[in-house]
């Protein structure tokens, strides 16, 4: 017991450790609806500092963008969630393709094991926990399923795109903590996408129901989606129908400040990963992750 207890104080004073621990101790929600509001103000020396001091720190050029020019965003959140210039993300044209949905990092991909999805090394979560599914209906539907999660770093282009040809029959806001998702919060804090802020969007598919989730994160001043708009902070968890068909590589929704999204896939699907996508593996927003029905 006393190994025990001293193995888990070392680990606390690591780097790693002290950074996971302040996350506990910081006013989370209060830190994200500051940040929010100063991410949403016109203020033209608010917004000059937050979009220069941003781009400056994060080497962000615009040569990818619709918008060339940083004077030409309207807030940092305009700047933020900036669009593509047209053909900037070709879309893979592979039959039954599966793109990622989003510009960004794989944190992990694999396959859904006795309805758990791995985090981190060492690290698993329930499905069922992350789709908010209170009866385990989903948990056992995606029983032998696969999944992506891309991690969206400060940098990246913060628009979430389909990953296939849908039609979103529902969303679900769930409402959490706000932990950071970089992978050093994956590999220390349990649970960690079941348990943030995130929203569920739910598909019926070719390959049976799929889900895209978008995960908030520390400082993420807020969750959209086309069908929703922003979505408003509760208590409770928010659940809308809807009936809207969207294309593989239609826009789906953004982020206000940086996250994670996760593709989850039904066994049905009998998606085959490509080898060369794998932890660390860099992606763009329509490249190809691997090919439906393989099984």
């Known amino acids: 017991m006393k190994n025990s207890l001293k ?8 780097r790693d450790g002290l950074f996971t621990a302040a996350q506990h101790l910081v006013p989370q929600q209060k830190i994200s609806e500051v940040a929010g509001r100063l991410a949403a103000s016109q203020n033209p020396i608010v917004k000059k ?8 720190a994060y080497g962000i050029t615009l040569e990818e963008y619709a918008r060339q020019n940083l004077a030409d ?15 900037a993300r070709p879309i893979d044209s592979t039959e039954q393709g599966i793109v990622s949905p989003a510009d960004g990092m794989i944190s992990q991909i694999g396959y859904i094991e006795q309805g758990q999805i791995l985090q981190a090394k060492g690290r698993d979560y329930a499905v069922s926990h992350l789709l908010a599914d209170t009866n385990n209906q989903d948990g056992n539907y995606y029983e032998g399923g ?22 979103l029959v529902e969303t679900r806001y769930v409402p959490g903590t706000l932990f950071s998702v970089n992978n050093v919060t994956a590999q220390n804090v349990p649970d960690l996408f079941a348990r943030n802020e995130r929203l569920v969007c739910i598909f019926e598919t070719e390959y049976g129901r799929a889900a895209v989730v978008l995960v908030g994160a520390m400082i993420v001043a807020g969750i959209e989606t086309v069908a ?9 968890i928010q659940t809308l129908e809807h009936n809207l068909s969207l294309k593989k590589g239609d826009e789906l929704g953004r982020f206000y400040l940086g996250s994670t999204a996760i ?5 049905s699907a009998g ?7 794998e932890h660390g593996s860099v992606v763009q927003m ?4 691997g090919v439906a029905n393989q099984a």
């Open 228 to 236: 929703t708009g922003k979505i408003d902070r509760t208590d409770s």
């Open 146 to 167: 696969s999944f992506a999660t891309v991690y969206l770093a400060p940098s990246n282009y913060h628009r979430v795109h389909m990953p296939f040809d849908g039609t």
């Open 271 to 277: 998606v085959e990963w490509s080898q060369d996508m």
């Open 7 to 14: 193995q888990k104080a070392q680990q606390l004073l690591t």
């Open 49 to 56: 500092a937050f979009v220069s001091t941003f781009a400056k």
């Open 263 to 267: 593709v989850v896939m039904p066994k």
């Open 73 to 87: 965003f309207k807030s940092f959140n305009d700047f933020f969630t900036r669009e593509l210039a047209e053909e």
């Open 286 to 289: 329509g490249q190809l992750l």
